[in-house]
């Protein structure tokens, strides 16, 4: 039987009600973090007058914006690459009777708007994501800006120091907390020229020379990773006036093959991350003009019965922590919007054991494919 934790925060800013977001979400994982119970009380410990406009960055579920909301004086923005994290701070505004406007959220693939005073930077798990997040943020700092970064201390290594240090100036770190640590910039005076305010794009191309853009916070965006090789060597023909769903589109690599094999197909490009997204409709964008694109949580937005196929490499873990909760929710949301006869197919770790979920929603799974390491799993609808 799964534990469910206690939601309520308790922190010297008060007590704060918080949950992570989805009907489907894992109860025994948290909305917050030790690193966010760290920051929050070293702003109280500190004596910080938190006055001022505030920045938040990567954030997971809104615990930070919602406590730093509270405090006086504070105009909070949260910078995130997540729809998911959107939704879950919307409802955790609404449970801690704040209302939708008390935060603004700010798209990764948008720049905050003005000069902030206070930034807290969550350690995100991709560096080149946090050297694109702390490249684009140096030009937004007031002078005299208090910046801090926080973790767990297995995500902050000596590449995530160095990445602040480049950035932003000396980095010393605090002692460790409840496995958290804290990254405590001295914000350097140098000169900090007008810079490129958008994310940054690599692009690369396949095996079968398609032109593929990758932002950094998306999965394998500067090359083609073997499981999703595996699954393009392994693509089902689709009726030309079909449609198919990209779910977790990641650069929309999988979507725009899909088209180049079969021209006249639909694609619908699906990612909770806004430069997920963006990188799909750059590269389906070469191929095609009649694609679809939804920054959503799995599925939303879709119509039931619409589609003929359904292609997805789901993620093993949610904010960092390991769970199968999303992918048992992109699979039920699969067969929602799966015409009947429509296909699914799934690839991933062969560890991972979909074949399990998969057969008790939708009957038989055949292998369509594996190797050592990765498997192609398909079933019918």
């Known amino acids: 039987m799964t534990e469910t934790v206690d939601d309520t925060l308790r922190v010297p800013q008060g007590s704060f009600v918080l949950r992570r977001h989805g009907d489907g979400g894992d109860p025994s994982l948290r909305a917050w973090d030790a690193a966010d119970e760290y920051v929050l009380h070293r702003i109280a410990d500190e004596g910080i007058d938190t006055a001022g406009r505030w920045l938040v960055v990567d954030d997971g579920s809104g615990a930070l914006p919602v406590v730093l909301a509270a405090m006086p004086g504070s105009d909070v923005a949260t910078w995130t690459d997540s729809v998911v994290t959107e939704h879950a701070l919307l409802a955790n505004l609404e449970r801690n009777d704040r209302t939708a406007d008390a935060v603004t959220v700010v798209p990764s693939t948008e720049t905050p708007a003005g000069i902030v005073d206070f930034v807290v930077v969550k350690v995100p798990r991709a560096k080149a994501h946090l050297d694109d997040l702390l490249r684009?943020?140096?030009?937004?700092?007031?002078?005299?800006?208090?910046?801090?970064?926080?973790?767990?201390?297995?995500?902050?290594?000596?590449?995530?120091?160095?990445?602040?240090?480049?950035?932003?100036?000396?980095?010393?770190?605090?002692?460790?907390?409840?496995?958290?640590?804290?990254?405590?910039?001295?914000?350097?005076?140098?000169?900090?020229?007008?810079?490129?305010?958008?994310?940054?794009?690599?692009?690369?191309?396949?095996?079968?020379?398609?032109?593929?853009?990758?932002?950094?916070?998306?999965?394998?965006?500067?090359?083609?990773?073997?499981?999703?090789?595996?699954?393009?060597?392994?693509?089902?023909?689709?009726?030309?006036?079909?449609?198919?769903?990209?779910?977790?589109?990641?650069?929309?690599?999988?979507?725009?093959?899909?088209?180049?094999?079969?021209?006249?197909?639909?694609?619908?490009?699906?990612?909770?991350?806004?430069?997920?997204?963006?990188?799909?409709?750059?590269?389906?964008?070469?191929?095609?003009?009649?694609?679809?694109?939804?920054?959503?949580?799995?599925?939303?937005?879709?119509?039931d019965s619409s589609a003929d196929l359904v292609v997805v490499n789901p993620p093993f873990h949610a904010g960092g922590a390991r769970t199968s909760t999303v992918a048992r929710r992109m699979f039920s949301e699969s067969r929602r919007v799966l015409r009947p006869g429509g296909r699914l197919l799934v690839v991933g770790n062969r560890h991972l054991g979909h074949h399990v979920p998969l057969k008790r929603m939708f009957g038989a799974v055949d292998t369509v494919a594996s190797n050592p390491k990765f498997v192609v799993l398909g079933t019918t609808r």
């Open 136 to 303: 684009r943020l140096r030009p937004l700092l007031a002078d005299g800006a208090l910046v801090i970064g926080a973790g767990m201390t297995k995500a902050v290594h000596r590449s995530t120091i160095d990445s602040f240090e480049t950035h932003l100036g000396p980095t010393p770190t605090s002692l460790a907390r409840k496995k958290a640590r804290l990254l405590l910039p001295e914000v350097d005076d140098r000169d900090v020229a007008p810079t490129d305010s958008e994310p940054a794009q690599s692009e690369w191309e396949t095996p079968w020379g398609l032109r593929v853009t990758g932002m950094p916070n998306v999965f394998s965006s500067t090359g083609l990773d073997a499981g999703t090789r595996l699954l393009l060597d392994h693509l089902p023909e689709v009726p030309k006036d079909g449609v198919a769903i990209d779910l977790g589109c990641g650069t929309g690599v999988i979507a725009a093959t899909l088209v180049t094999r079969s021209p006249g197909l639909r694609v619908v490009c699906c990612d909770e991350s806004h430069q997920a997204v963006a990188s799909a409709r750059a590269t389906v964008g070469r191929v095609t003009d009649d694609a679809a694109f939804h920054t959503a949580d799995v599925l939303a937005g879709v119509a």
